[in-house]
């Protein structure tokens, strides 16, 4: 499985991005997602999962009502809409697959992408 994930850029705080991750290989439909974030050293951490079929979702507490997580079997494609953007979630964002029926934790995933930056300027 590779995920390829991209959208990442700068942007002033209260602006949005959206980014996506696609896949090839594997069985994405039946594959719960994740988006990861990691600023610098600080662990990596879980903002958003979603289940296969796109019918369960789980956030993070600090994005609540800002971030959305959402998906496109046809297309292989999990995306995160981010919006109202603060200086605190500058990261690098992840996205990750896990054949479990859904994850939180890192180690309960199996396949990253590479990483896209977000920096949100203040």
């Known amino acids: 499985v590779q995920l390829q994930a991209s959208g990442g850029g700068l942007v002033q705080a209260g602006g949005s991005l959206s980014l996506s991750c696609t896949a090839s290989g594997g069985i994405f439909s039946r594959s719960a997602m994740g988006w990861f974030r990691q600023a610098p050293g600080k662990e990596r951490e879980c903002v958003a999962s979603?289940?296969?079929?796109?019918?369960?979702?789980r956030y993070a507490d600090s994005v609540k009502g800002r971030f959305t997580i959402s998906r496109d079997n046809a297309k292989k494609t999990v995306y995160l809409q981010m919006n109202t953007l603060k200086p605190e979630d500058t990261a690098v964002y992840y996205c990750?697959?896990?054949?479990?029926?859904?994850?939180?934790?890192?180690?309960?995933?199996?396949?990253w992408g590479q990483g896209t930056l977000v920096t949100v300027s203040s």
């Open positions: 979603i289940n296969w079929s796109g019918g369960s979702t």
């Open positions: 990750a697959t896990t054949y479990r029926a859904m994850g939180w934790v890192p180690d309960e995933y199996d396949y």
